[in-house]
């Protein structure tokens, strides 16, 4: 059983969102809140292991709440859901790796979506823990990148991504359809990928190996990555011999 709290100075608001987890069997709402404050002291004594959290609310907002409960080394950290009126706090609720961030008003089928999202995280955590893999909490490899691009938020999965590219202080993220620039560096990106998935071939690139179809060889010496879509891919002499490696595994 999943025990949820829910953090919103609107009564309608709070009524809403309890009607709709009626359909989420294994969800039980142990507490309701209007103010940050009350959240804070609420997640406290119940220690719940999902917090519907509205961004705007009376004294501190949801980020001070998030940020008051993280202070807190003795406390587990709830999974965060974010439940507001307004986008333009999703990134940053990205940032503190909130969960999921929920528009209101929001569908059945959208909030079926975020509580989903919570059970994989905590069967991944448990998973983890079960297997002894000596990583971190929180390390787990990211299922998907939330950046902003042409006006939109995208939330995009890493699975579609097939390569990485750098450009300057950019990464190019590849699906096939599109392409993405995103700020950041490739070592940081590359540490929140699953190394049996994605795999650096070259300095200035990563290769998703669901998308690699060969490695080749070219008569002056110099190798590249094929990819499915005929795609080549440079690949530096000194990353060859571990992605032949991994190929033949």
Same mark, same amino acid.
């Given at each position: 059983?999943?025990?949820?709290?829910?953090?919103?100075?609107?009564?309608?608001?709070?009524?809403?969102?309890?009607?709709?987890?009626?359909?989420?069997?294994? #969800?039980?709402?142990?507490?309701?809140?209007?103010?940050?404050?009350?959240?804070?002291?609420?997640?406290?004594?119940?220690?719940?292991?999902?917090?519907?959290?509205?961004?705007?609310?009376?004294?501190?907002?949801?980020?001070?709440?998030?940020?008051?409960?993280?202070?807190?080394?003795?406390?587990?950290?709830?999974?965060?859901?974010?439940?507001?009126?307004?986008?333009?706090?999703?990134?940053?609720?990205?940032?503190?790796?909130? #969960?999921?961030?929920?528009?209101?008003?929001?569908?059945?089928?959208?909030?079926?979506?975020?509580?989903?999202?919570?059970?994989?995280?905590?069967?991944?955590?448990?998973?983890? #823990?079960?297997?002894?893999?000596?990583?971190?909490?929180?390390?787990?490899?990211?299922?998907?990148?939330?950046?902003?691009?042409?006006?939109?938020?995208?939330?995009?999965?890493?699975?579609?991504?097939?390569?990485?590219?750098?450009?300057?202080?950019?990464?190019?993220?590849?699906?096939?359809?599109?392409?993405?620039?995103?700020?950041?560096?490739?070592?940081?990106?590359?540490?929140?990928?699953?190394?049996?998935?994605?795999?650096?071939?070259?300095?200035?690139?990563?290769?998703?190996?669901?998308?690699?179809?060969?490695?080749?060889?070219?008569?002056?010496?110099?190798?590249?990555?094929?990819?499915?879509?005929?795609?080549?891919?440079?690949?530096?002499?000194?990353?060859?011999?571990?992605?032949?490696? #991994?190929?033949?595994?």
């Amino acid at each position: 059983m999943i025990q949820a709290i829910l953090a919103d100075d609107e009564v309608l608001a709070r009524q809403k969102l309890r009607q709709l987890l009626r359909d989420e069997r294994d #969800v039980e709402v142990v507490g309701e809140c209007t103010s940050a404050s009350e959240t804070i002291e609420l997640v406290r004594i119940t220690k719940p292991e999902l917090l519907f959290l509205d961004i705007r609310m009376p004294g501190m907002d949801g980020f001070d709440v998030i940020g008051a409960l993280s202070s807190e080394r003795d406390l587990p950290m709830p999974a965060i859901v974010f439940t507001t009126a307004y986008d333009q706090y999703a990134l940053r609720a990205f940032e503190v790796h909130a #969960v999921d961030y929920l528009l209101k008003p929001f569908s059945p089928e959208r909030l079926h979506s975020a509580v989903q999202r919570v059970r994989e995280r905590a069967l991944a955590r448990l998973s983890s #823990v079960v297997a002894n893999t000596g990583k971190e909490e929180g390390s787990l490899p990211a299922t998907r990148i939330v950046f902003k691009s042409r006006g939109r938020i995208l939330f995009l999965p890493v699975a579609d991504i097939r390569w990485v590219g750098a450009e300057e202080n950019y990464v190019r993220l590849c699906t096939g359809a599109e392409t993405h620039l995103l700020r950041e560096t490739m070592s940081h990106l590359e540490a929140r990928l699953d190394p049996q998935s994605f795999l650096r071939v070259h300095r200035s690139f990563i290769v998703n190996l669901d998308f690699v179809k060969e490695v080749r060889t070219e008569q002056d010496g110099e190798s590249f990555v094929l990819m499915t879509d005929g795609q080549k891919i440079a690949m530096s002499r000194g990353y060859r011999l571990r992605i032949l490696e #991994v190929l033949h595994r």
